[in-house]
Structure formats: C-alpha cells, structure tokens
C-alpha cells in the first residue's frame, strides 16, 4: 500500500466513506479489474495521488468524465534500454507518457558500458525530469563478456553502492550466463550483491536449457527476454520465471510466442520492448501496440493489460501500482477502446500528464557533460580495413531478419593480389568492421556479412551493443574509412557515405549513444538516413539499417558476432579465424 504520512491516509479512509470530497473523481469509466479479469462501470476518487475508492458514488474538487471510455492501470514497460531510442530520458519520457506508459524499467547497461557508474547516475538524473516513473537497474555484465573492449568495466563491488539507491530496483539482464553457468568467481561476486540488497535479478539466456538453464534459475535469476520458441517459453515457465514478451524495433517475439499465454500461465509474463526507435514510436506507439497485437491474437483485453500493468508491478516488487483499486497509486490510462487502445488521458499519481496526444508538464533537461561523446582511435587508417586472406572459402556473419540472431555462413569470395576482399555484386556479402573508441588501442576486427544488401557505399554508427565501438559495413574500404572519419569528428552518431560524400548523419552527444534534440528531429534525421540507405545504397528492405549493424557486436546473441579484436563464435564462447581450412 501507498501511504505517504498519517494524515494522508486518515484523509483518503475518509475520501473512501464519502465523508468529504476527494482531489479527483473520474467519472463514468469502464474500469478494469486486473485482479478479476473484469469490467466495472463506475466512478474513481483520488486523494493526495493515492486511488481512494472506485464504483461509488464520489464527490471531489476536481471531475473529468470519462464518458465510458475505458479506464486502466498505467503501462509499465518491464525492460528496456532507452539509450536504444537514441533519446534522453526527459525526451524519451515525454514520448511515451501520451501513449499510456507511466513507468519503465530500464536497464542503462549501454550509457554504462561507455561511462561507467556515471552513466547510470546521469541517466538518474535526468529521469528526474520527466513525469514518467523510470525506474533502473544496475547493468550486470560491463562489458558484456570479458572478451569485449568497453569504456568501462563494472566489478562486484561498483554495483553495492547503487543498490542502495531506491530508484535501482535490481540487478540488469544477466548476459554472461555461460559464467553463471560456470561458476566464475566474478559472476558469483555479482549475483552476492543482489541477495545482500534483497532486490531482483533480470536474466538473459538465449538458447540456454536443461541442466544449464536450471543452473542460471539456481543462480536466482528471475526474467527472461530472449525467448525464441514456445518451447523455450514453457521451459521458463516450469521453472518459476517471468517471460517478457518482446515487441521492440529489433525484435518482435510477441506475435510468436502469444499463442504459450493461457489462463493457467497468464500471471507470469510481461510486455516489454528491449529496444524502441522513435521512428517505431510515433508510427506504432509503444506498449499500447503490445496490446493490440495480444487482442488482435485472441487475449482478451483484460488478460493482455494485466501484463502490462499487474505482472510488471508484482515482479519488481513495484507494491503501489499495477491495479485500479483503493490504495494503490493513481497512475490511469483511459483508452477509447479495447481494440486499439488510442489512448485519451494519461494519469501519473492522479496528475493529468497528457491528453489526446500531449504531453502537459513542463519539459527542462539536465546537464550531460560529464557524459558528452568522446571518440578515442588510435591509428586508424584506411589500411586497417585491408584483409589479407590467404584463400577464397571463408565464414560469414549471416544476417536473419526480423531479429539479432545470425546465422554461421560459408562462402566463396573474391580476393585481391594482396588477398583482401573484393565486393561482387553478384553476392550479397560485405565487408564489416568494429574499430575500438574508446581507448584508443588501436584495434579493428574485421569480417564479412551477409544479407544486409548495401550494393555501394558504407554506413557507420558509435552504438555497437554493449561494448559500443565503432561498426562499420560497406563495400569499399575508401567509404569505410570515410564514415569511420565522420564519426569521429560527430564525436558518435550515425553517417551514410557514398564515394567520400555524406549522405545522411546524426550526431549524437550524450556518450556517442543519445541526441540532446527532440523525438521528432530524430524521426527526421533517422528518416533521412534510412532513406537514403535503402534507395541509394541498396541495403535491403527486409533489414533495419541501424539496429542490424548496432547487434553485429553483440557476443553473448548466437550464433556468430564481431568484435574489435575478431570473429566471436557465441556458441563456442571463443574466437574463430574468417577462413575456412
């Protein structure tokens, strides 16, 4: 229960009874009952932020009549990176509060793996200044493995004091499962830190089962995002976890793995996005379009807003909010129906934020200085691109679309006197690079990818998850090198190049990973370079021009990834030569 001070609640029992009038009624709503699975036609009273009654008659100083619209608990999104939206918080915020979300569990491993503790602290800071409840939790793995080169490497006792902090919930996605699985002393150090906090750890086990997976849950792992089948759904589930429903820019789960959601299993599973652009935001919405995809796949509405709302809240301990009845905090979305969920008010702690589309607060940032980009290469040169392959039949990083997966290829290509690597157009194979940004070690791990379709050009970016170098891929060295250049001097952000020229950038400020502008100047600049990404250079239409090339240095996704110091086989947890004996 939410109870601020005596007074307050000796004030709300009263609001309850009818003795005196409440803050708020909200009138004439069709109100849903996560706890039931039901609708009530009724009335809310709001006292000091706090729902006080609802289905009775009230009387308060202030009434907005819902006019049987439909009245919910507010969204909580359960895991996201909001770096990934290349948004501030207070931008970030601001975007997704019209669109019902009113708090959202975000894991700053990106900032984090760039900055350092300071990252999550800014990331802090800035939340402050959105009317969205961001609630964090401390990243777990940075760098993601101990093969990677971050900013920033975060041990054991970095993580102590942040989860002191009562706005850290818990312990981010725990992404090394294979030192989990292994016992390794790092990892147990880790997982000590979240038992001595008594607070929640995320999971994150792509692939993982049987014994192994019985291990990770062992360990005290409680979620998972990185489902892939029903399959791997119901083994989740038979071991007590949640399982977060993904529907993001990247990845789209949910429709797939819907069909596992039934009355028995309901309470266990949660929405999330992972990763959201602005440019899924403003054409799609967010958690309110997880919720027609559920009701457009057979769940009723009731069963897919409990997840949104009641599975989160319980999860993450989040005890004042998740539900529309007597106690619990005033955080309401009224949508206009149940089938598309448009939303028409949004309500935080019983304060009016938005409606019908915008966003009431007054909107201020904060300071990002002691996080500003910083672009550290050491040596880069165009030669650096160059590979000296002594045979034509190598491996390739296979690109599946509609998600971060790859596939393990093999191909044969067209080499050079020198033996580095010649594009064909006749063959959907590039050359893509990782350059390391931020010590300056001068390293560049070079591969081949396939299936992204870019036939000229090159297209560069600073987010490479988690580790976030640079990642490169093109056709060329000349325009590889070029981008590599932009980017550098953007000090990070996004560059298309076509024989030298740029075609399309983004500068991105905020630690090479966020803009300090709007989310409509982003869905502008993004829209420019996808434009001319897909009509110039060629990439394919089937594949997301950015977030496909942010995944390809990810080592703990399968099957194989690149990082600045080579070809990372994920399954073998080792590096692999690109030629093929």
Known sequence: MFVQNRDALKRRIAVAQGEIPGDLVIKNCNIINVYTQSILQGDMVIADGVIAGIGGSYEGRAVIDAGRRYAAPGLIESHIHIESSYLSPEEFGRLLVPLGTTTAIADPHEIVNVCGIKGLDYMIRAAAKTAMDIQFMVPSCVPATSFDHSGAVIYAADMAEPLKNPQVLGVGEFMNYPGVTAGDPDVLDKLMEA??????????????????????????????????????????????????????????????????????????????????HPK???SKGHLSEHLRICVQNGLSPEAAVTMATLNAAECYRLEDRGA????????????????????WKTFIAGTEVASQGHYIPKFTRTAYSDVGSTIHIADFTEEKLKMHL??????????????????????????????????????????????????????????????????????????????????VAGTNDTDMAKAVRTLTS?????????????????PLPIAGLMSDQSGAWVDDQMEQIYDKAHTILGVSSVVDVVMTLCFMSLPVIPK???????????????FIPIEME
């Open 280 to 282: 899924t935001i403003f």
């Open 390 to 471: 002594k045979g034509h039949r190598v491996r390739t990083i296979d690109i599946i679309p509609g998600g971060v997966v790859t596939g393990k290829g093999v191909a044969l290509v067209q080499t050079d006197s020198s033996g580095n690597f010649v594009y064909s157009p006749d063959m959907d194979i590039v050359k893509v690079a990782v350059v390391e940004r931020h010590h300056g070690t001068g390293n560049v791990g070079l591969g081949l990818l396939r299936g992204y379709g870019i036939k000229r050009g090159a297209v560069a970016v600073s987010i490479a998850h988690d580790s976030h170098n640079i990642i």
């Open 324 to 343: 529309l009845v007597p106690g619990k905090r005033a955080d309401i979305v009224i949508f206009e129906d149940l089938r598309e969920f448009n939303v």
């Open 490 to 506: 953007m000090k990070g952000g996004i560059a298309v190049i076509l024989d030298g020229e740029i075609l399309a950038s983004m």
């Open 195 to 276: 038992y001595k906090a008594h607070k929640p750890i995320d999971g994150h086990s792509p692939g993982l089962h049987d014994s192994g997976l019985q291990a990770y849950v062992s360990a005290g792992i409680q979620t998972d995002h990185e489902c892939f089948t029903v399959q791997d759904v119901q083994e989740r589930l038979a071991l007590g976890m949640y399982v977060m429903l993904r529907n993001g820019s990247a990845c789209h789960d949910l429709p797939n793995l819907i069909k596992a959601v039934t009355p028995i299993t309901l309470r266990r599973f949660l929405l999330c996005s992972d990763d959201l």
């Open 560 to 574: 194989i990834k690149l990082l600045d110091t080579g070809l990372f086989d994920v399954e073998q947890f080792g």
